[in-house]
């Protein structure tokens, strides 16, 4: 469910019309005035609420899921538990964005963060709270409802949106802007961070549809974070930096990100959206990670290395794609003995 802080739901809205919205059918004995008041993501699912399946590895999800309805494939909606209401879609990506569209429509539009728009108010907005021995620079514009801890310093032109938590002890650096964000304590954003403002999301089609992005950042105690980062908000679930994780410059986190604790990326990492990055892993310089991946704890990735699949823990990996360190070597090895075997043939 989206963060009422952050996000003005418009729903709800019954089964029926949903489906009437999408010109989509209900199957089996579905009852179209169940009424639902959210979209959600699967995993996040309640009752009154309607999930999305737009890959096949989600179904085991599905099963435990307690949605009132989903939208999925024909392909797929026999394998539809019978306590939820399949409502077939030809593409359940695209459906998925309509809906949540139907349910926000301001998130639809991305518009500027809320506290970024507010130029000419006051620079601290009377509903937001401050804390004890907080150092706030010139040009800082703090938005409603936002909470600043004891003792954090926030530098010159950064600005806080609507909603936003900051803990105690945090330093914030010149002009980064944070929104739709809860953070933890003695979290340091160095200059120039992005932080919250919509992922990459488009359902592809004839015309791409905007997917709205309605989680948040979650970003836990002793963070550190280089200048001029991007850390985008989740879709439908939220993107989350461990605990004492450290990034260097220019990181860019995509929607739905979960990093654990203690994770090190060196500069110029990118991950896309949903994967998953386990406990004390170590990143190097210019690496860049699939969509839906998930690395176990303690993974070492050498710089530059594209990593395409997931893997368990512990593993060392190295290259374009990225592969397992002993492998990449093995092949490196036989690579330079046919080289010199066809030098020695030639001459």
Known sequence: MADPRFFTCAGPFSVGDIAARLGAQLAGDGDPTRMIADITDVKDAKDGSICFITRSNYLDDLKESKATAVLIGANNATRCPAHIIPIICDDPHQAMARVAQMFYPEAALARPMPGQENIGLPAIHPDARIGENCQIAEGVHIGPGAEIGDNTHIAAHAVIGAGVSLGRDCTIGAGSVLGYALIGDRVIIQSGCRIGQCGFGFAPGKSHIKVPQLGRVI???????????????????????????????????AHNVVLGRHVFMAAQCAIA???????????????????????????????????????????????VPARPLRQFLREIAMLKRMSKTKSDADD
């Open 273 to 319: 959206g949903s994967t998953q990055i386990g406990d004390y892993c170590q990143l190097g310089g210019q690496t860049g990670i699939y969509d839906h991946v998930t690395l176990g704890a303690r993974v070492l990735v050498g710089g530059k290395s594209c990593v395409t699949r997931s893997y368990p823990d512990d593993t060392q990996l190295l290259g």
């Open 219 to 253: 970003i836990q105690s002793d963070v550190e974070m280089g200048a001029s980062c991007t850390i985008d908000r989740g879709a439908m679930s939220d993107t989350i930096i461990g605990e004492g994780s450290k990034l260097d410059n220019l990181v860019h986190l």
